[in-house]
């Protein structure tokens, strides 16, 4: 059966060579410096005092016993906090990931909204000072969440582009002979990635030199540009490793242009480390999620009618939304598709792009929805799958570019030896442990955006890849490329998320080298020794500039992308031009999962899983097998750990530290089974890559409830599943 995938997988057809990554010495051997690292001449160090109340007024704030502490140089409060310039919010044609300005009035709209910043000559000082402000708050009741008193729902203007139609939903659903009709729901979860959120700022006269670690260094320069209200050619941002990034760092927060002022008010570099905690309140967050699913087919699976409608909690000032349907409703074939998206406004900071954020939570109500459907006509899981399965949109028509769902479900099923699985549920055993086996499935759509490229690498494996295609097509030793990322002095790149950083500068790189091997060559494929070259040529150095835009791209697309707006980004399809119907772009997977369910203590644990994926062409195995590595295993904290858990009655997030915000540890995931699935993909974009980074931790939470289920014959349809919950 199952056995661990080698860390080096062999390359099948369609694959580059595995190589070992770029940065990995510099990291193991802790030179990498990362934004924090940073070493700046004569630093001041800034410290946040954060809320204590989820919603209210400052009724009274006394600085002084903290401006009287040696070493402190500055105590910023809402009557003092240097100016800046709203910026819009990122969905809403802006940059800013949430709107609410910190320290602008006296108003506190969410736990741990910002009353106070410190700046002193160290640290410890700064902390220390920040304790010494004595805050008195008129507290008011906050609506933390769904049904609380106070929280507001809303169709939201924008939503009814993913709210996906076709057909009669309504009357597919009345004539269908089995039906499934369920409501599902999702948590709150927090990045937490391992590298905390800071900012440095350094000012030389007015030019701004920002170290942040950073998905979209671009972004960030002109959305503190706008801030500050400086031209975006005097600012600079310098993000070249990220420890983490998993959305929380895509996109611009209020802190950046505060500490940026500071420093310039102070004349000196100010460096702001944000902690642990206050990275759940001042930075985005995945947000919980309510849905109802209903699944309608014919006695032979043929699916008829789909609905899904879902509810997502947002802040008061900012409609955002993951608005899954979008991507759920082209998975299986069906002639009658509804969908709906509801906003939830509640007192709450606002909610950003978490890995995978539609797919998360929308495909686990729709797989786990799809498990409960099989069982109800009793066909097997990945059989249902079959009969469902596609080759064109459900809602436009248009064929997909490539659809390999069902060989990742055959070959996944085939390692993990899925054939062994009793259907019935509870029937398998082992000792004093309950046995289940449960699938699903993974996809994440193709996205891309014009780039030049300043790149970013959040841990990905982005330098080995684009050492690695500079190297192929130049015919190089890959050890004779150096890779530069992470600089907004760059040729403006694409944001390293939506899994679309290597379909994107890889696409910029391909039509780059393309121009020097000619230059070189006259058109012969490799370069060769290039000492060689550059000798025949009698030249030191060539320098070439190529920029790559998906087909069809816009002038104002274009526009709005350089300028680092996330609009132009998100709309994978404004950016990927094709007229309409555009043709879906998706990588797929299947992920399979074997649980453990303790008999007398519900105690649930994962022995091992088997994920296959499929995503285009794949330039390295050994980064891309990595991806899926975490990606499988996030997916599974996801199902099992992960959750911030609220205090409704107070407004405030509760376990916001590693400690109690649990997340999977090595002893949760004893094995990993990968299998890499050889697909080609020629429409997509020249490289033939699909985006895989937000893959694999697709569906693998439904993989998980489905084998709980399959297990002990209880339907956990509140993630976490958790012992109380089986126990109930
Ligand atoms: Mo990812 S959540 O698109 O940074």
Same mark, same amino acid.
């Given at each position: 059966?199952?056995?661990?995938?080698?860390?080096?997988?062999?390359?099948?057809?369609?694959?580059?060579?595995?190589?070992?990554?770029?940065?990995?010495?510099?990291?193991?051997?802790?030179?990498?410096?990362?934004?924090?690292?940073?070493?700046?001449?004569?630093?001041?160090?800034?410290?946040?005092?954060?809320? =204590?109340?989820?919603?209210?007024?400052?009724?009274?704030? !006394?600085?002084?016993?903290?401006?009287?502490?040696?070493?402190?140089?500055?105590?910023?409060?809402?009557?003092?906090?240097?100016?800046?310039?709203?910026?819009?919010?990122?969905?809403?044609?802006?940059?800013?990931?949430?709107?609410?300005?910190?320290?602008?009035?006296?108003?506190?709209?969410?736990?741990?909204?910002?009353?106070?910043?410190?700046?002193? !000559?160290?640290?410890?000082?700064? @902390?220390?000072?920040?304790?010494?402000?004595?805050?008195?708050?008129?507290?008011?009741?906050?609506?933390?969440?769904?049904?609380?008193?106070?929280?507001?729902?809303?169709?939201?203007?924008?939503?009814?582009?993913?709210?996906?139609?076709?057909?009669?939903?309504?009357? =597919?659903?009345?004539?269908?002979?089995?039906?499934?009709?369920?409501?599902?729901?999702?948590?709150?979860? +927090?990045?937490?990635?391992?590298?905390?959120?800071?900012?440095?700022?350094?000012?030389?006269?007015?030019?701004?030199?920002?170290?942040?670690?950073?998905?979209?260094?671009?972004?960030?320069?002109?959305?503190?540009?706008?801030?500050?209200?400086?031209?975006?050619?005097?600012?600079?941002?310098?993000?070249?490793?990220?420890?983490?990034?998993?959305?929380?760092?895509?996109?611009?927060?209020?802190?950046?242009?505060?500490?940026?002022?500071?420093?310039?008010?102070?004349?000196?570099?100010?460096?702001?480390?944000?902690?642990?905690?206050?990275?759940?309140?001042?930075?985005?967050?995945?947000?919980?999620?309510?849905?109802?699913?209903?699944?309608?087919?014919?006695?032979?699976?043929?699916? &008829?009618?789909?609905?899904?409608?879902?509810?997502?909690?947002?802040? %008061?000032?900012?409609?955002?939304?993951?608005?899954?349907?979008?991507?759920?409703?082209?998975?299986?074939?069906?002639?009658?598709?509804?969908?709906?998206?509801? *906003?939830?406004?509640?007192?709450?900071?606002?909610?950003?792009?978490?890995?995978?954020?539609?797919?998360?939570?929308?495909?686990?109500?729709?797989?786990?929805?799809?498990?409960?459907?099989?069982?109800?006509?009793? *066909?097997?899981?990945?059989?249902?799958?079959?009969?469902? !399965?596609?080759?064109?949109?459900?809602?436009?028509?248009?064929?997909?570019?490539?659809?390999?769902?069902?060989?990742?479900?055959?070959?996944?099923?085939?390692?993990? =030896?899925?054939?062994?699985?009793?259907?019935?549920?509870?029937?398998?055993?082992?000792?004093?442990?309950?046995?289940?086996?449960?699938?699903?499935?993974?996809?994440?759509?193709?996205?891309?955006?014009?780039?030049?490229?300043?790149?970013?690498?959040?841990?990905?494996?982005?330098?080995? &890849?684009?050492?690695?295609?500079?190297?192929?097509?130049?015919?190089?030793?890959?050890?004779?490329?150096?890779?530069?990322?992470?600089?907004?002095?760059?040729?403006? =790149?694409?944001?390293?998320?939506?899994?679309?950083?290597?379909?994107?500068?890889?696409?910029?790189?391909?039509?780059?080298?393309?121009?020097?091997?000619?230059?070189?060559?006259?058109?012969?494929?490799?370069?060769?020794?290039?000492?060689?070259?550059?000798?025949?040529?009698?030249?030191?150095?060539?320098?070439?500039?190529?920029?790559?835009?998906?087909?069809?791209?816009?002038? $104002?697309?274009? @526009?709005?992308?350089?300028?680092?707006?996330?609009?132009?980004? $998100?709309?994978?399809?404004?950016?990927?031009?094709?007229?309409?119907?555009?043709?879906?772009?998706?990588?797929?997977?299947?992920?399979?999962?074997?649980?453990?369910? +303790?008999?007398?203590?519900?105690?649930?644990?994962?022995?091992?899983?088997?994920?296959?994926?499929?995503?285009? +062409?794949?330039?390295?195995? %050994?980064?891309?097998?990595?991806?899926?590595?975490?990606?499988?295993?996030?997916?599974?904290?996801?199902?099992?750990?992960?959750?911030?858990?609220?205090?409704?009655?107070?407004?405030?997030?509760?376990?916001?530290?590693?400690?109690?915000?649990?997340?999977?540890?090595?002893?949760?995931?004893?094995?990993?089974?990968?299998?890499?699935?050889?697909?080609? !993909?020629?429409?997509?974009?020249? *490289?033939?890559?699909?985006?895989?980074?937000?893959?694999?931790?697709?569906?693998?939470?439904?993989?998980?409830?489905?084998?709980?289920?399959?297990?002990?014959?209880?339907?956990?349809?509140?993630?976490?599943?958790?012992?109380?919950?089986?126990?109930?």
């Amino acid at each position: 059966m199952t056995q661990a995938t080698p860390p080096v997988p062999t390359p099948l057809a369609n694959m580059g060579q595995p190589l070992r990554r770029y940065d990995a010495m510099e990291k193991v051997m802790g030179r990498a410096r990362y934004a924090a690292d940073e070493v700046v001449p004569d630093p001041l160090y800034a410290y946040v005092l954060s809320s =204590g109340i989820a919603r209210g007024e400052i009724a009274s704030i !006394d600085t002084a016993p903290a401006e009287a502490m040696p070493g402190v140089v500055k105590v910023y409060t809402h009557r003092n906090a240097p100016r800046r310039t709203p910026v819009k919010f990122v969905g809403d044609d802006g940059r800013v990931g949430d709107t609410n300005m910190p320290m602008t009035d006296a108003v506190i709209r969410h736990d741990g909204d910002p009353v106070a910043m410190v700046v002193a !000559d160290s640290y410890e000082t700064a @902390r220390d000072a920040s304790r010494r402000i004595l805050v008195s708050y008129s507290e008011s009741a906050a609506a933390m969440t769904f049904d609380r008193p106070g929280a507001t729902t809303v169709h939201a203007e924008g939503v009814e582009a993913k709210e996906k139609k076709v057909g009669d939903f309504a009357r =597919g659903w009345a004539a269908a002979p089995v039906k499934v009709d369920q409501r599902y729901s999702t948590p709150t979860q +927090h990045h937490n990635a391992i590298e905390l959120y800071s900012t440095t700022a350094v000012w030389n006269g007015d030019e701004l030199t920002l170290y942040e670690p950073s998905q979209w260094v671009g972004s960030l320069q002109h959305g503190v540009a706008e801030m500050l209200d400086l031209s975006p050619a005097s600012v600079r941002v310098r993000s070249p490793y990220v420890g983490g990034g998993f959305g929380g760092k895509a996109v611009m927060t209020q802190r950046t242009a505060l500490v940026a002022a500071a420093a310039r008010d102070l004349g000196r570099p100010v460096k702001l480390v944000l902690t642990r905690k206050q990275g759940f309140t001042m930075a985005t967050y995945r947000a919980e999620t309510r849905h109802r699913v209903q699944l309608a087919s014919e006695r032979s699976g043929r699916l &008829v009618a789909y609905s899904h409608e879902g509810w997502e909690v947002t802040s %008061r000032a900012d409609a955002y939304n993951v608005g899954g349907t979008e991507n759920t409703a082209e998975m299986y074939a069906c002639p009658n598709v509804a969908s709906r998206i509801n *906003i939830v406004h509640a007192d709450r900071n606002t909610p950003g792009f978490m890995r995978s954020p539609p797919e998360v939570p929308y495909m686990f109500a729709l797989e786990a929805a799809m498990d409960e459907f099989a069982e109800a006509l009793a *066909i097997d899981p990945v059989e249902l799958r079959r009969i469902n !399965d596609t080759a064109v949109s459900p809602i436009t028509g248009a064929p997909y570019t490539s659809r390999s769902l069902m060989k990742c479900f055959d070959q996944a099923a085939a390692s993990f =030896g899925w054939s062994l699985r009793d259907p019935r549920p509870a029937s398998m055993t082992e000792g004093d442990w309950m046995v289940g086996y449960g699938c699903a499935t993974a996809c994440y759509p193709t996205a891309m955006t014009p780039a030049e490229i300043a790149a970013h690498d959040i841990g990905t494996g982005a330098y080995t &890849v684009m050492q690695q295609l500079t190297a192929r097509e130049l015919g190089l030793d890959p050890a004779a490329v150096t890779v530069v990322m992470g600089d907004s002095r760059l040729p403006f =790149g694409s944001f390293a998320g939506g899994s679309m950083t290597t379909a994107s500068a890889g696409s910029a790189i391909f039509t780059c080298a393309a121009k020097i091997r000619e230059r070189f060559t006259g058109g012969m494929p490799a370069v060769g020794d290039l000492d060689d070259a550059f000798a025949r040529l009698g030249l030191t150095h060539i320098e070439e500039y190529a920029e790559w835009f998906p087909p069809g791209t816009d002038a $104002e697309t274009l @526009r709005d992308f350089m300028s680092g707006k996330f609009e132009a980004e $998100e709309s994978g399809e404004a950016a990927c031009g094709a007229d309409p119907p555009k043709p879906p772009m998706f990588a797929f997977g299947a992920n399979f999962v074997e649980v453990r369910v +303790h008999r007398r203590t519900r105690e649930i644990r994962v022995p091992r899983m088997t994920g296959a994926f499929a995503g285009g +062409h794949i330039v390295n195995p %050994r980064t891309a097998r990595s991806q899926y590595l975490g990606g499988m295993i996030w997916g599974v904290a996801s199902a099992l750990l992960e959750a911030t858990e609220l205090d409704e009655k107070r407004g405030r997030y509760v376990n916001d530290n590693i400690a109690e915000y649990l997340l999977a540890v090595n002893a949760d995931v004893p094995q990993v089974d990968i299998i890499l699935v050889s697909e080609v !993909d020629t429409k997509v974009n020249p *490289i033939g890559v699909k985006g895989i980074g937000e893959l694999s931790n697709v569906g693998m939470n439904a993989a998980v409830a489905n084998a709980v289920h399959h297990a002990t014959g209880k339907r956990v349809r509140d993630l976490p599943i958790t012992m109380d919950k089986l126990l109930a």
